[in-house]
Nanobody, 126 residues
Framework: QVQLVESGGGLVEIGASLNLSCVTS????????MGWFRQAPGKEREFVGT????????IFATSVEGRFTISRVNAKNTMYLKMNNLKPEDTAVYYC???????????????????WGQGTQVTVSS
């Protein structure tokens, strides 16, 4: 059974940083691209960023590019989202997801991901 568990969310002030983690199990983690998405109240889930299976390539939504970074440690079956200079509009539930097929480059489309975590809340106070 594949499981993805996010952690690291919380309540922070504008300009602060947070590190989110996504620990996976039941998945050949090192073979799959991973993604981060978020959903704010009353809005649709949106793409944040993705990292390919090797960890060498990551792409981001324009709204977070330059402030967020993604990394992965395959030996720990874990992906990370480092968020800097947080803004109120970053407030959302953050989800990690695993690609449907191995050795992918990652994708901004949520439909390309087969497995999802339960999410972790990030709130940036204004």
């Amino acid at each position: 059974q594949v499981q993805l568990v996010e952690s690291g969310g919380g309540l922070v002030e504008i300009g602060a940083s947070l590190n989110l983690s996504c620990v996976t199990s039941g998945l050949m983690f090192s073979k799959f691209a991973m993604g981060w998405f978020r959903q704010a109240p009353g809005k649709e889930r949106e793409f944040v960023g993705t990292i390919d299976w090797s960890g060498r390539r990551a792409i981001f939504a324009t709204s977070v590019e330059g402030r967020f970074t993604i990394s992965r440690v395959n030996a720990k079956n874990t992906m990370y989202l480092k968020m800097n200079n947080l803004k109120p509009e970053d407030t959302a539930v953050y989800y990690c997801a695993a690609d449907r097929s191995p050795y992918g480059a990652g994708n901004f489309r949520s439909g390309t991901y087969a497995y999802w975590g339960q999410g972790t809340q990030v709130t940036v106070s204004s």
